[in-house]
């Protein structure tokens, strides 16, 4: 038998095995898109090619805006925000994958125990149909080789899932944190026009007062005294619109920190300080700490780890048994030393016809790899634009700033003139009426203004993936351009 097996079988499995090498696919995804040699916004920052680092810490960042109540709500949105908690769970499964792929690479030990009622074969030594009862108890261990690398290059795979997970929960939280503070200063611009409206209502309602007693007098006209109601009626309106928004606003915030918006509240308060600038020139090796991206491009090596997986599925699987125990056909002889039993064995197996199984299997896996390589790609393509874009809204936002100063300056110089030449009668209601709408409209969209330099900062920090320079965030403040 044993020189059947070397002379006929042997050949044979090396044939197969050869045969499997040789079906094996060469698969390379397309390289990443090359990084432009600087940023179109912004000259002094250069692109590097380094290796993802996306357990460097990202920063307390957003205490350069120095804001105690932010703060507050990016620490509650860490401990509550339900987005983190599930990224975090995902992490603690990929890790529990991870140790399930390790096992495999060792033996595997376990007890069994049974009892077994049958009729047993006359030539054993019992009478026909003679039926008897066999106990068995003893070890038995089972280890397969890792000759092919099979086992190990899916262990590699799980260990890149993992890592990927975990540069997932990294961006998860940056993604929550600028989230939060875009969220918070949103709702901050909103009690900034919500003020500038009631200021306006309260300077309406005392114009109204004026007209009515005048009209009452004789000495305007009714069409004076519809004016100046029609305005204040709209511009209530306008204050109420704003109260709805602001609700809706600090509803959101509220989901954000994973609180119930029927409990959360926000007290409005004035927007100070001075809006934070992030150094120009940052260096865009940064945008290697992405997560985002530090996540893609793990997701794309475990996609090549499972390819590889799946090529091996040609070569033969061998596995190593052995069993130590008792086994007897009378339970109370079962551990008697006469009544043990051992064994040992070795299995290989390979599949001869399959139909294209494995083939499928290879295209399915190279498919996959090609589509996390093409991920990847997006979004290193992401990375870039979303810096470029955050760069050319801080630098044309700045611009508009100056703008909109000079026009609310002007408009509300406007509006004492107006006020004065209506005072002495050189002017009709209606152009003091239209200058004080005027600078109502220059004020709200100064603040809009504002508020969209502070979302471009975030924007921009969460683009370079975090914090920027050594340790945690700091930055020079730049003189604001609200206009007083």
């Known amino acids: ?59 307390e960042w957003w205490r350069v805006f120095g804001d105690p109540v932010l703060d507050d709500l990016v ?55 003679q039926a008897l009862t066999v106990g068995n108890v003893g070890l038995a261990a089972s280890w397969e080789p890792d000759l092919f690398g099979k086992i190990s290059k899916a262990r590699d795979a ?28 949103d709702l901050r611009a909103l009690d900034s026009e919500r003020a500038l409206v009631r200021q306006t209502v309260a300077a309406y309602n005392d114009t109204l007062h004026l007209t009515e007693r005048r009209y009452q007098a004789g000495d305007v006209a009714e069409l004076d005294l519809a004016r100046v109601q029609s305005e204040v009626a709209s511009t209530t309106s306008q204050a109420l619109a704003l109260d709805r928004q602001r609700a809706l606003a600090e509803h959101a915030l509220a989901v954000l920190l994973g609180e119930v918006p029927s409990r959360f509240s926000l007290a409005e308060a004035d927007w100070g300080g001075a809006l934070p600038t992030v150094p120009a020139g ?107 874009d955050q760069l050319a809204s801080l630098r044309l936002l700045a611009d508009q700033a100056g703008a909109q100063k000079q026009a609310v300056d002007a408009a509300a110089r406007a509006t004492v003139l107006s006020d004065t030449r209506y005072k002495n009668g050189l002017v009709s209601q209606l152009e003091l009426l239209d200058a004080r709408r005027s600078e109502l409209s220059d004020r709200r969209v100064a603040v809009q203004v504002r508020a969209a330099q502070y979302e471009a900062t975030v924007g921009l920090i969460r683009a370079l993936g975090g914090a920027w320079g050594q340790g945690t965030a700091t930055a020079q403040a730049a003189p604001s351009n609200q206009p007083g």
């Not at 050869?18 to 250069?46: L, W």
């Not at 499964?93 to 125990?113: D, T």
């Not at 799980?158 to 503070?181: E, G």
């Open 282 to 388: 940052v260096p865009s090796a940064v945008l290697t700490r992405r997560p985002d991206v530090a996540a893609a491009q793990l997701a794309m090596q475990a996609a090549e780890a499972r390819a590889g997986v799946a090529r091996k599925a040609w070569f033969p699987d061998i596995a190593l048994t052995a069993n130590a125990g008792y086994a007897s056909t009378d339970i109370g002889d079962l551990f008697k030393w006469s009544t043990r039993a051992w064994g040992v064995g070795a299995l290989l197996s390979l599949p001869v016809f399959d139909a294209g199984r494995r083939e499928a299997g290879v295209q399915q896996t190279n498919a996959q790899w090609d589509e996390a390589a093409a991920a990847y790609r997006e979004q290193v393509l992401v990375a870039f634009r979303d810096v470029e």
């Open 158 to 185: 799980a260990s890149l899932d993992a890592q990927s997970k975990a540069a997932l929960l990294q961006s998860t939280r940056l993604v929550v944190q600028s989230s939060v503070a875009q969220a918070y200063f």
């Open 75 to 129: 620490a509650r949105a860490a401990a509550g925000n339900t987005d983190v908690q599930t990224a975090a769970a995902r992490v603690v499964e990929a890790r529990a994958l991870l140790k399930e792929a390790q096992a495999g690479l060792f033996p595997q030990v376990g007890v069994s125990a049974g009892a077994q009622r049958a009729t047993i074969s006359p030539g054993l030594g019992a009478a026909p149909g």
């Open 1 to 59: 038998m044993t020189s059947i097996f070397k002379s006929k079988l042997l050949p044979l499995v090396a044939a197969l095995v050869m045969a499997g090498c040789a079906s094996t696919s060469s698969f390379a995804p397309t390289t990443a898109p090359e990084a432009p040699a600087a940023f179109k916004e912004d000259g002094g920052a250069r692109f590097v090619n380094a290796a993802p680092a996306e357990a460097q810490p990202r920063g």
